[in-house]
């Protein structure tokens, strides 16, 4: 059974900095690749942030210069560096995981940026 445990949201100002993580069980591995996906209230949940198992990573145009995505092999970690947020970021954030035409998801961790 896959387990993804997303941690590391909460309420911070405009222009602050959060770390999400999320932590997979089992190997990293197994997956093709990881994301970050995002949905804010009355929204569809979008792709914020992916990562292949060969690391190549790509990004939102929303978030190109401010987010960062990573992962920690040895950790079976998965991580997002957002910098310089801004209200619009504001949103429950989902880790996924892709394999063989399947995803996996998260239970979300929110993520609230006041002006």
């Known amino acids: 059974q896959v387990q993804l445990v997303e941690s590391g949201g909460g309420l911070v100002q405009a222009g602050g900095s959060l770390r999400l993580s999320c932590v997979v069980s089992g190997s990293i591995f197994r997956f093709n690749a990881m994301g970050w996906y995002r949905q804010a209230p009355g929204k569809q949940r979008e792709l914020v942030a992916r990562?292949?198992?060969?690391?190549?990573?790509n990004y939102a145009d929303s978030v190109k210069g401010r987010f960062t995505i990573s992962r920690d092999n040895a950790k079976n970690t998965v991580y997002l560096q957002m910098n310089s947020l801004n209200p619009e970021d504001t949103a429950v954030y989902y880790c996924?995981?892709?394999?063989?035409?399947?995803?996996?998801w998260g239970q979300g961790t929110q993520v609230t940026v006041s002006s």
């Open positions: 996924g995981a892709e394999r063989g035409g399947s995803s996996y």
């Open positions: 990562i292949t198992s060969g690391g190549s990573t």
